[in-house]
């Protein structure tokens, strides 16, 4: 079974940075996509960027010029470093592989 955990969620001021950290583990032969989502109060789960085997990246359009996706097939690690934070961008975020979320970690961006 396999079992994502997120981290690296926190407290930010508008216009600071993060980096989500998502630990992949379990029985699997390569990480293949992994994705980013994320959950703002009272809205829906929403793409935030994804990855593939290849390293091609596909960003939603406010995560573009922002936000970068990477992976590490080694470590089985998938990051998400975000810049420029803004308070819109103030969500639970999501790792996500094939049928497997993970739980999530609240990012705060606050005045």
């Known amino acids: 079974q396999v079992q994502l955990v997120e981290s690296g969620g926190g407290l930010v001021q508008p216009g600071g940075s993060l980096r989500l950290s998502c630990a992949v583990s379990?029985?699997?032969?390569?990480?293949?996509?992994v994705a980013w989502y994320r959950q703002g109060p009272g809205n829906q789960r929403e793409l935030v960027a994804d990855?593939?085997?290849?390293?091609?990246?596909n960003y939603a359009d406010f995560a573009k010029g922002r936000f970068i996706i990477s992976r590490d097939d080694v470590r089985k690690t998938v990051s998400l470093q975000m810049n420029s934070l803004k308070p819109e961008d103030t969500a639970v975020y999501y790792c996500?592989?094939?049928?497997?979320w993970g739980q999530g970690t609240q990012v705060t961006v606050y005045s």
């Open positions: 996500h592989r094939y049928l497997t």
């Open positions: 379990g029985r699997f032969v390569t990480l293949a996509l």
């Open positions: 990855i593939d085997s290849d390293g091609r990246a």
